[in-house]
């Protein structure tokens, strides 16, 4: 009959060929939109730029520049008046709820468009069709569920017009910069939302993302997993794709001890993953051997210590520095342990434009932390010795 559509399909297999529908839009936007048009961390064959751009005309509505731009936008802006949607600005249930609606005011700012907006299609479809006849891509797409699925296509329809706002421009958008975990700590509130990217192509892992925004990868850990990347690794088998840019890779040499300009380039190639390590192999043991000393009666001033003690100081609020302030007065150990943590962070910001002032300062941390007499301190300073921007040299089988 008509209402069941051309397919004539069961409600099991109409579930299945939406979630696949809605799974192809999410791939277009991680790997179209945002890793080649807004970062630029790989290449895409032509031809399947200009499918993404359709499947995007047909099921978003959604334009490539103004996309393009306002994602830039939000990261050269990020948890400043200026970010067209961030949750600490504007509060999280407004982003959460009203993320399309903020992504469409942001869209009408021409100012936005011409300044972030540079390098995107502006070819005779671009002009005539996409640009021009935005919302006769979803109007078809309306037609080929209704035509293919009957009276249930309009569901089909309506869960397609809904994924991007919902997924993407409510979750990602508000709940990626409210709950979730962080591997480092970035200058904005960016989280991972969970460690396998998959209903939304990856983009869970948004701390991930913003630490290393123009990375074609983003899962970092060996525990993380992104979709999206294995779609971007598909695509490169096809040789549809070439990549461009990934994280930077830590490379360590045991037994290195010359601190060196290989090793200060390669401490500053790799900042936020040393900064991790300093949280894991520094922070956290001080913090566990201060709670252990410490009496019951104080014991409350740990309480997030390593939280505190590691996180961005630009994230925390009023009450936070009041609570990591008692503790560092109950502390001189840890109060060494974060400002030290303070003046390796101030190396790179103050000094990596000069090599050389940057190896002069990276060597006085080092001696100053060797001094403190703090065991964690002292093997962590040892480590950074051995960072090198090239892996070790196997040994020539004799």
């Known amino acids: 009959m008509w209402y069941n559509g051309f397919l004539d399909l069961s409600v099991w297999q109409l579930i299945g060929v939406t979630?696949?529908?809605?799974?192809?839009?999410?791939?277009?936007?991680?790997?179209?939109?945002?890793?080649?048009?807004?970062?630029?961390?790989?290449?895409?064959?032509?031809?399947?730029?200009?499918?993404?751009?359709?499947?995007?005309?047909?099921?978003?509505?959604?334009?490539?520049?103004e996309w393009t731009a306002i994602h830039r936008k939000h990261h050269a802006k990020c948890e400043t008046e200026d970010d067209p949607h961030s949750p600490v600005i504007k509060g999280l249930t407004t982003v959460v709820r009203k993320g399309a609606e903020l992504y469409k005011a942001e869209a009408k700012n021409e100012d936005t468009l011409r300044i972030y907006g540079k390098n995107c299609p502006d070819d005779w479809i671009e002009r005539k069709v996409y640009s021009r006849w935005p919302n006769v891509g979803i109007v078809l797409m309306l037609a080929i569920d209704v035509a293919l699925f009957g009276a249930l296509g309009l569901t089909v329809w309506a869960v397609q017009m809904v994924w991007i706002p919902f997924w993407a421009a409510g979750v990602v958008n508000g709940l990626g910069h409210a709950i979730g975990y962080r591997n480092f700590e970035c200058r904005d509130a960016a989280t991972n939302l969970v460690p396998w990217g998959i209903i939304i192509g990856g983009e869970e892992l948004h701390n991930n993302h913003h630490t290393y925004p123009n990375s074609a990868k983003l899962s970092v850990r060996k525990w993380e997993f992104d979709i999206g990347?294995?779609?971007?690794?598909?695509f490169c088998l096809l040789r549809l794709a070439k990549v461009q840019r990934v994280a930077p890779i830590a490379h360590r040499i045991q037994g290195k001890a010359q601190l060196d300009m290989d090793t200060a380039m390669a401490i500053l190639n790799n900042r936020f993953q040393i900064m991790a390590q300093y949280r894991k192999l520094v922070i956290a043991p001080q913090v566990k051997q201060e709670l252990s000393l410490a009496d019951k009666s104080a014991q409350h001033l740990f309480r997030r210590?390593?939280?505190?003690?590691?996180?961005?100081?630009?994230?925390?609020?009023?009450?936070?520095?009041?609570?990591?302030?008692?503790?560092?007065?109950?502390?001189?150990?840890?109060?060494?342990?974060?400002?030290?943590?303070?003046?390796?962070?101030?190396?790179?910001?103050?000094?990596s434009s000069n090599g050389h002032e940057m190896l002069a300062a990276i060597k006085e941390w080092i001696q100053e932390a060797e001094a403190s007499?703090?065991?964690?301190?002292?093997?962590?300073?040892?480590?950074?010795?051995?960072?090198?921007?090239?892996?070790?040299?196997?040994?020539?089988?004799v």
């Open 229 to 234: 990347w294995a779609w971007i690794r598909l």
């Open 373 to 397: 007499g703090i065991k964690a301190l002292t093997e962590f300073a040892d480590q950074l010795k051995t960072y090198s921007l090239r892996p070790a040299q196997p040994v020539p089988a």
């Open 305 to 351: 210590a390593k939280l505190l003690l590691s996180r961005e100081t630009s994230l925390l609020q009023d009450k936070h520095h009041t609570h990591l302030q008692a503790m560092l007065d109950h502390s001189q150990a840890l109060k060494t342990v974060y400002e030290k943590r303070l003046a390796l962070q101030a190396i790179w910001a103050k000094t």
């Open 19 to 65: 979630l696949v529908m809605t799974h192809i839009t999410i791939v277009s936007v991680t790997v179209y939109l945002h890793r080649y048009s807004a970062h630029r961390s790989l290449d895409l064959h032509p031809a399947l730029k200009h499918f993404f751009r359709f499947w995007l005309w047909l099921t978003t509505a959604m334009n490539t520049r």
